[in-house]
């Protein structure tokens, strides 16, 4: 072992094992964990219900974002893969598969690992890795507009599936501005599943749709449009 390697070893023992930094957060009152007994139930609810036809693919490839900053990029992939897309390039060895490096055929990862990336620059990763994607800024609809969709798209078997763009801080989480999948709808309850791709902050959760609607109607501040959601189809 070389002494740098010591060093931090030396470091760890002297905290009790523990290296500074962050381990996960609460989930705020009104969120409902995916693995929480409620969470099941309303699992079970909504299953039943047939809002969450796209919810095992999702499932099937659901990951953890790589990097701070990729939440736009790993809900993406997640999708991709989720939708059987062929990304028609190999990934490692013979197998062809979607992966954060090898999505960039739009954007440098290096600018979206620096920056992150709006909206429209993940609809644009999107388009060019062969699916149809459509675009909405929460100004350009209504919530009204927006339960419908996520009734229709939660409870097809058809390919397609949603990432919501959203204010974490309207949610009553830390952090700005967030990229995630919609994995399912509770109709009775009006509630969504948010497969939440930042797995080491905050699990799979339970939100109300009206809350996620206000979440989108928030400004980013960089494109100075509101956040919204992306349809993709394959």
Known sequence: ??????????????????????????LPEGL???SSPAGRSLFREALLAGGMEGYFPLAEQFQTQVEPTYCGIS??????????????????GVWRWFSEDIADCCDQLSSIQAEGISLEG??????CNGVTVQVTHAEQTSLV????????????ENKQALIASYSRQALGQTGEGHFSPIGGYHAAKDLVLLMDVARFKYP????????LWSAMESLDNVTGKTRGYLRVVR
């Open 1 to 26: 072992m070389n002494n740098c390697a010591v060093a931090t070893c030396r470091a760890i023992a002297a905290t009790d094992g523990i290296q500074p930094g962050l381990y996960r957060r609460p």
């Open 32 to 34: 409902i964990a995916f």
């Open 75 to 92: 809900s993406l992939v997640m999708v991709l893969n989720a939708l059987e897309v062929d990304p028609k390039r190999l990934w490692k």
């Open 122 to 127: 993940l609809a644009r990763l999107a388009h």
């Open 145 to 156: 507009q927006f339960r419908v969709l996520v009734q229709a798209v939660c409870s097809d």
């Open 204 to 211: 799979p959760h339970w939100v109300p749709l009206s809350l």
